[in-house]
């Protein structure tokens, strides 16, 4: 019973209302004053509370020649009516938090004052919305995407559409990915550990549509500059895990030159995958 007072109770009914609800189902007609001692509450709670539950159509009032008495209506029909409530309240509130958000998100993206400006930003631990804020940055970009990237895994290998979009459109992306022994795809669902060959080669097949691509022995930290305005830093550290580790997001334009000048000092210094593959194989 206590269980089942505990369920009533996570599906919004209070517990003096779980109480009587538990006495009703026992299937008998019942006086006020029974229910009241049955579930262990005032005579005054009692009959407030079965008078609400007559008005929502749990329980009927039946008037006898000396009292009124209450009884559980089909216990299905109850069943139903409690989800259909909870169902309503769901789409009440889903309907509100949209329409709330909608009209909070201008103010968001409203352009902020000087004054109240944040350079920089950091992101810790574990964050679903990581790749929602790298994607934001992106989309905001017009120009130029500059990726420095230690590459673990890959789920699908085949090239984005607004990586191809933005390409399409004019923009430049340049890539530096770091060659990996240990680099994995998902096929069929199953993480594999792929050669250097074939990593070089999912790479070689990104030119183009993918932007530019560049293979290095080493990067540092995985690192991405927008438009030379705002650089995106994930710190990389094999000491931690990869989910508790740090992002930041620096908004500062010498900054992001500066970044810019280090990007293309390593571009200068990485091979395309064609000529790092030969360089290789011939190691």
Same mark, same amino acid.
């Not at 009959?47 to 000396?66: M, P, R, V």
């Not at 810790?124 to 905001?140: D, I």
């Given at each position: 019973m206590k269980e089942i007072i505990q369920n009533l109770e996570a599906l919004g009914f209070t517990n003096y209302e779980s109480r009587v609800f538990c006495v009703l189902f026992e299937g008998n007609l019942h006086t006020a004053s029974e229910i009241a001692k049955k579930s262990g509450i005032a005579r005054s709670s009692a009959?407030?509370?079965?008078?609400?539950?007559?008005?929502?159509?749990?329980?009927?009032?039946?008037?006898?020649?000396?009292v009124i008495k209450y009884e559980i209506i089909d216990p299905k029909v109850v069943q139903d009516k409690i989800e259909k409530e909870i169902h309503d309240t769901y789409l009440n509130k889903t309907t509100k938090l949209k329409d709330s958000f909608d009209k909070?998100?201008?103010?968001?993206? /409203? *352009?902020e004052l000087e004054g109240e400006k944040v350079d920089v930003?950091?992101?810790?631990?574990? =964050? @679903?919305?990581?790749? /929602? *804020?790298?994607?934001?940055?992106?989309?905001?970009s017009s120009k130029e995407l500059l990726l420095m =990237? @230690?590459?673990?895994?890959?789920?699908?290998?085949?090239?984005?559409?607004?990586?191809?979009?933005?390409v399409k459109k004019g923009g430049i992306v340049k890539t530096i990915y770091e060659v990996s022994e240990n680099f994995r795809i998902n096929e069929g669902g199953k993480w594999i550990v792929v050669g250097i060959d074939k990593f070089i080669e999912i790479f070689?097949?990104?030119?183009?549509?993918?932007?530019?691509?560049?293979?290095?022995?080493?990067?540092?930290?995985?690192?991405?500059?927008f438009d030379r305005k705002i650089v995106y830093i994930s710190l990389v550290d094999p000491t931690i895990s990869r989910y508790n580790r740090s992002d930041i997001i620096v908004k500062n334009q010498n900054f992001a030159e500066a970044m810019a000048l280090f990007f293309e000092q390593s571009w200068l210094e990485a091979e395309l995958p064609g000529v790092f593959r030969d360089k290789y194989l011939k190691m």
């Open positions: 009959y407030d509370i079965l008078k609400s539950f007559t008005e929502k159509g749990i329980c009927n009032e039946i008037q006898t020649s000396s909070l998100t201008p103010i968001f993206k /409203a *352009k930003e950091l992101i810790k631990g574990f =964050n @679903k919305h990581r790749s /929602a *804020k790298f994607m934001q940055l992106w989309e905001a =990237n @230690k590459l673990e895994a890959m789920a699908d290998t085949t090239i984005d559409k607004f990586t191809a979009n933005f070689k097949g990104t030119e183009g549509e993918g932007g530019e691509v560049k293979l290095t022995k080493k990067v540092y930290q995985n690192m991405a500059i």
